[in-house]
């Protein structure tokens, strides 16, 4: 038995009917261009397709124009980054990046065969898109891919920081040529997104924030997923018409990332007086405000968050262990006691009362009682949940032993000093 | 009393002497020394001192010397023979002078991984040096991942993590296999059959990619004892290697007991339990404060063993926490705590699956017994290195079960000590296993035109990958041009993805086991009793697309019996010799396997209580084989009497051929055709058990008359009537007169 004749015999999944697949290979190379738009670029390594379009930059892509984008000031896209160094990011400076690729596992056998570039250039917006025709193609894509970059000094991805840069700076490599992705400054919208979306959306994927963010539907779009088989039926058939949609997503997505930038900016600047940000978001862009230092802002956002469902309970907690960090014990009391009061994670204010009570004002009795109160809590949730919380309940207790202690040594000092003044609101429904 | 006086007893005592079958001391021997090598950095000088060490064992100086002059070596020593020192120093004296250096260390498991970290990092610390050392495997954090790539001066990790891991994403680790000068592969024996042909293919991967990045590196590998280390490691790295086979270290006087437990029913040829015998034997060490190892088969035998020794243990200051059980299951931490007690002599005992035979340190005690044969020569001896102090006695027994494999090797200790041990086979130009792994290397870079793989010319292999639209030849080169990431649809450890998974429902859904597609018609048929971990299940639903049996637990007198009708057909004949009065052949087959009916056997009577039918569509597996055909008038036997005999004669050879293979005796199956349509005469085909083979079927071709030999052994010396497990089978099963028979065809077949 010959091996080719092995093969098919015992290692073939193909279904064995099917076999002149090839014979639907009519000549469509020639129309490439007319129906994708593609022109021909020659490098030293050959040669590789491009599509170039160019928008105005007062193009309006969902509700937003792009050139709004050069009024983002430094201190904005410092808090989109949510890193100092990101004051000097200039836009005009930047390219936009965003890959179609042959798998979404990754791994050195993924090809990105589509690359789309996004820039300003002078009064517009141009999308370069470098398309790898063939295996044998990419070579010269990449080259001439990597003279564009030259000219910046920034990256702006969606998810780019795991998936497309490394997976493009495999392929240079593979290739063996020089990376050309070591700039200054990667801003990657989606880690942005996450931090300001992830309580209200239940997604924050591209798609998903277009359309809830930027009221964008696109028509004639190709789920991601159906990507990779598309192009490597065109590798097998030549039939440049189902591509069409692909080079359509890719260039959505890099203009989708010109308004997310944007309107993340947006809630940025004017966070109480926004349509880029609304509800739970607030929760949201209170902790980055908080982690960026900038306490007044980051109060009011939570301020607003109070009340909203869903982030209630970690905003009330977040705001007052803010004001704690700050010194700002009363605003701190009237939360906790609010919480006890409104049953918001009583155990937790409760605790946090009688810490406040013990240290700062040593006010055992009222430090006894809240630790008590909390224990009771404790226990009662026991009860519901069906399972013992023994850690807590130790704790606790260890808090309650050790105030009590004190509270005896100094109990001869002050009796009837500090009675509780508010206790009827500090009983538990 | 001492460990001598223990011995005497067992050389006196009625009890056990009379149940020893073989008693060989292998007396002491001195060491052989070098001293350090001038080129050797003081550094690593000043810690080997603080550890205690003044000089190497000569293989130790040999092996430095080899690596360090560029060649590839493979190191044979015994257990505790100072052979880490051989990876170790050269690569140490290596990254001392170069920080940009790199290595690769490859172990078969985890747990030896991490012992061999903890021994190197405690070297490293000693020589206040940079060199760092981490574990890349399954458990790795993720955020610890990017700096073992960036600044891993050696890396460890397993063949699993290397083919799916590392290798696919080898952009990410351009450091490591750029600067890559050393991959060490320890336990090179484990390395065999379906796993060894895999690890192979995965190693011509890895120096496929280290030659694009520019690097080759020297390959240092260690081996236990088996009969071809040099031949097997080559075919492993696909480089020649520099044998270094004497041992330099010196060993204390070495007791090796061959006991056969009594025989209780010589009808039935059943001897007495080897569990309880090992269990009698290890008290007797234990209750004389002997630090004693106690080797089982199964995880069930090992938790068995380990009730009973407990329970003799109470009454010792100390009591049940001087014997401990060790096996996969045990939890990291748990079995750090029971090394570190065996190596402090804290705990004086340990009941042990084959997971500590491997290279975990756990010091040298003073006596181990073995219950059941292991199933190779190489496995005994490092199971019985587990005792044995560099200068005093120690001993080691084999307690022999009743099969038929075990058997032979209690009555032949000549087979054990004087023979060549068994050899590592493996087959990396399996079809199936090359054509995985060809898939695999195109993912990570693609194929030029012309290029090998390994030695292999690839290029119909190529054209079919091509064919079935996963590659894509354009520009010279095979691209790869599938969406799916084919490293995670191969495992090493099986010859295919497609195990059967065994749920079971009695209380919710529960996976407990999984069988192998081969064995799923025979063992999980509906209606099937199945036993797991000594519990029975009866199989209520057989999903065969979904590859799921549903099993619940029941509790019957009977065990089920599953009929496979066989059927070889011959594709292709490589090799064809006479040897003596037989025919000898090597080729290809395609084995046709259906199961028919089963039927329900009571316990102890051995009734048959009912059948039922089975129904499967019949499996198919393209495979290797070796089969010998005899004269249709042998011994002047009747076609019924030479079915009888070669049915018998079968069943020995395949329980026998592990002797030589190194194997399972599942891994080989049997089948007798009385007129073979290839032969068309009375025919014995023995086949690899996995679709394309690993090399066994090969390996018995060569052996010329030897296996008859053997299996005559085997048949004159049982002590049964007429057939037993140990040798022909039952007769129920191959015929009376069976034993008769195949005697009477063996000295036709050999005329001496």
């Known amino acids: 038995m010959k091996l080719s004749e092995k093969l098919r015999a015992f290692l073939s999944t193909k279904p064995k009917e099917k076999k002149d697949e090839k014979n639907l290979t009519t000549n469509f190379h020639k129309s490439l261009g007319d129906i994708l738009g593609t022109i021909e670029i020659s490098t030293p390594f050959g040669e590789h397709l491009l599509v170039e379009r160019s928008y105005p930059d007062s193009h309006i892509h969902g509700n937003v124009q792009l050139n709004l984008i050069y009024n983002i000031s430094g201190e904005i896209i410092k808090l989109i980054a949510k890193c100092p160094d ?60 990597s003279n564009l970059l030259k000219k910046f000094d920034s990256l702006v991805t969606f998810n780019g920081k795991s998936y497309d840069i490394p997976l493009l700076e495999a392929r240079y490599m593979i290739s063996r040529m020089e990376s050309p992705f070591n700039k200054t400054f990667h801003l990657d919208l989606l880690s942005a997104a996450r931090r300001l979306y992830k309580e209200r959306l239940e997604s924050v994927s591209l798609s998903s924030l277009e359309q809830n963010l930027l009221s964008l539907k696109r028509e004639g779009d190709i789920p991601s997923y159906e990507i990779p088989s598309v192009y490597f039926r065109f590798l097998r058939d030549s039939n440049p018409y189902p591509l069409k949609p692909v080079f359509y997503h890719n260039r959505m997505d890099i203009l989708s990332m010109v308004t997310l930038t944007i309107s993340m900016a947006n809630a940025f600047k004017e966070p109480l007086d926004t349509t880029s940000c609304k509800n739970q978001d607030y929760y949201c862009l209170g902790r980055v405000f908080e982690d960026m230092g900038m306490v007044e802002e980051s109060i009011e956002c939570y301020k607003r968050a109070l009340q909203v469902q869903g982030v209630r309970e970690k905003t009330h907690a977040q705001l007052s262990l803010l004001y704690k960090r700050l010194g700002r014990w009363q605003e701190a009391e009237r939360l906790w006691m609010a919480m006890v009061e409104a049953n918001i994670r009583p155990d937790f204010a409760l605790v946090e009362l009688a810490k406040y009570y013990e240290h700062r004002l040593k006010d055992y009795n009222r430090a006894a009682k809240a630790a008590q109160m909390a224990l009771e809590n404790v226990y009662k949730k026991n009860s519901l949940v069906g399972y013992t919380l023994k850690d807590e309940i130790v704790e606790l207790k260890k808090r309650l032993e050790r105030i009590k202690c004190k509270q005896k040594k100094y109990e001869t000092r002050s009796l009837e000093d500090h009675c509780f003044p508010r206790q009827e609101s500090l009983h538990i429904n | 009393m001492n460990l001598e006086q223990v011995l005497d007893q067992l050389r006196t005592q009625e009890r056990f002497y009379k149940n020893i079958t073989h008693w060989e001391v292998v007396s002491e021997s001195s060491g052989r020394y070098e001293d350090f090598p001038e080129y050797l950095n003081p550094k690593l000088i000043k810690a080997l001192n603080k550890k205690g060490i003044y000089r190497l064992y000569s293989h130790q100086r040999r092996a430095l010397d080899e690596v360090m002059t560029g060649h590839d070596i493979t190191v044979v020593t015994p257990t505790a023979s100072g052979k880490s020192l051989c990876y170790n120093l050269p690569v140490l004296n290596t990254l001392l002078s170069d920080k940009d250096a790199r290595a690769i260390y490859l172990f078969p498991t985890k747990a030896l991984s991490q012992d061999q970290v903890s021994e190197l990092m405690e070297l490293v610390d000693d020589m206040d040096a940079n060199i760092k050392t981490f574990t890349y495997d399954g458990d790795t954090p993720v955020n610890a991942r990017v700096a073992i790539r960036k600044d891993g001066h050696i890396v460890v990790t397993n063949p699993d993590m290397l083919h799916t891991g590392i290798l696919p994403h080898h ?73 270094i086979d004497e041992n330099g270290a010196p060993a204390g006087e070495k007791n090796i007991i061959f006991y056969n437990p009594p025989v209780v029913n010589r009808q039935l040829g059943i001897r007495r339990s080897s569990l309880l015998e090992a269990k009698a034997l290890a008290s007797k060490f234990l209750n004389n404060k002997i630090q004693t190892i106690t080797f089982a088969r199964s995880r069930l035998a090992v938790e068995v063993l380990l009730t009973y020794l407990q329970e003799d243990m109470k009454k010792l200051p100390g009591g049940t926490n001087l014997v401990r059980g060790y096996r996969g299951g045990y939890l990291p931490k748990e079995r750090r705590e029971i090394e570190k007690g065996l190596r402090e002599g804290k705990i004086l005992g340990v009941v042990s699956t084959n997971a500590l035979e491997l290279g975990i340190d756990i010091g040298n005690l003073d006596a181990s017994i073995i219950t059941g044969y292991p199933g190779s020569v190489a496995s005994t001896w490092q199971q019985a290195g587990r005792a044995g102090r560099r200068n005093s006695v120690s001993a080691s027994i084999l307690v022999a079960s009743s099969s038929p494999l075990d058997q032979f090797i209690i009555n032949h200790p000549e087979y054990f000590f004087d023979a060549t041990p068994e050899y590592g086979l493996i087959n990396p130009d399996n079809l199936y296993i090359l054509v995985s792994h060809i898939k695999c290397a195109a993912f990570e870079l693609p194929f030029s035109d012309g290029e090998t793989f390994g030695d292999q010319p ?37 010859a295919s993805a497609e195990n059967f998974v065994i749920i079971d429902i009695t209380e919710g859904a529960k996976v407990i086991g999984e069988v192998d597609r081969s064995s799923a018609p025979m063992l999980i048929h509906e209606e099937a009793i199945y036993i797991h971990a000594g519990q029975q299940y009866q199989v209520e639903k ?103 005999g070669l049915l018998g004669l079968c069943n020995v050879m395949v329980n026998i051929a592990p002797l030589y293979l190194m194997c399972d005796p599942k891994d080989i199956r049997g089948v007798v055709q009385i007129k073979s349509p290839f032969t068309q005469k009375p025919t014995i085909f023995i086949y690899d058990n996995f679709p394309g083979g690993v090399g066994f079927a090969e390996k018995l071709y060569t052996m010329e008359d030897q296996l ?24 129920e099963e191959v015929g009376h007169g069976s034993k008769d028979f195949a005697l009477k065809i063996i000295k036709g077949v050999l005329s001496d």
């Open chain 2, 171 to 243: 952009t990410k680790w351009m450091k490591l296999f750029t600067n890559l000068k050393y991959i060490v592969i320890d336990e090179v024996h484990i390395y065999r059959g379906i796993f060894g042909s895999h690890t192979a293919n995965v190693l011509r991967r890895l120096r496929r990619i280290c030659n694009f990045y520019g690097s080759n590196p020297v390959f240092i590998c260690c081996s236990a004892t088996i009969a071809n280390p040099g031949e097997l490691s080559e075919k492993l790295t696909g480089k020649p290697a520099v044998l």
């Open chain 2, 542 to 644: 057989l999903d065969y697309e979904e590859k799921k049996a549903y099993v619940r637990k029941v509790n019957v007198d009977y065990y089920t019996d599953a009929n496979l009708a066989v059927e070889i057909k011959v594709l292709d004949m490589f090799r064809e010799k006479t040897v003596a009065n037989s025919q000898n052949y090597l080729g290809e087959v395609m084995v046709t396997s259906l199961a028919t009916m089963f039927k329900k056997i009571k316990f102890f009577t051995h009734e048959n209580l009912g059948f039922g039918p089975i129904h499967l569509p019949p499996e198919e597996m393209h495979t290797t084989a070796y089969w010998i055909s005899i004269p249709e008038n042998t011994g002047g036997l009747s076609i019924e009497e030479i079915k009888s």
């Open chain 1, 86 to 145: 990101y004051e000097d990011l200039d836009f005009r400076r930047a390219v936009f990046i965003d890959t179609e690729t042959t798998g979404l596992a990754g791994g050195s056998g993924t090809l990105a065969f589509l690359i789309g570039v996004g820039f300003f250039e002078g009064d517009s917006f141009k999308v370069l898109q470098y398309f790898i025709s063939d295996y044998d193609k990419e070579a010269a894509a990449l080259y001439s891919l």
């Open chain 2, 708 to 731: 008859l030999k053997a299996a005559r052994q085997v048949i004159l010396e049982c002590d049964c009537e007429d057939g037993c497990p140990s040798c022909v089978g039952p007769h």
């Open chain 2, 458 to 494: 690839i290029n119909e292999i190529l054209a079919f990958l091509e064919d079935e639209g996963i590659l894509r030849h354009v520009g010279g080169r095979w691209h790869w041009m599938a969406e799916s990431f084919p490293a995670e649809d191969i495992s090493l450890r099986s």
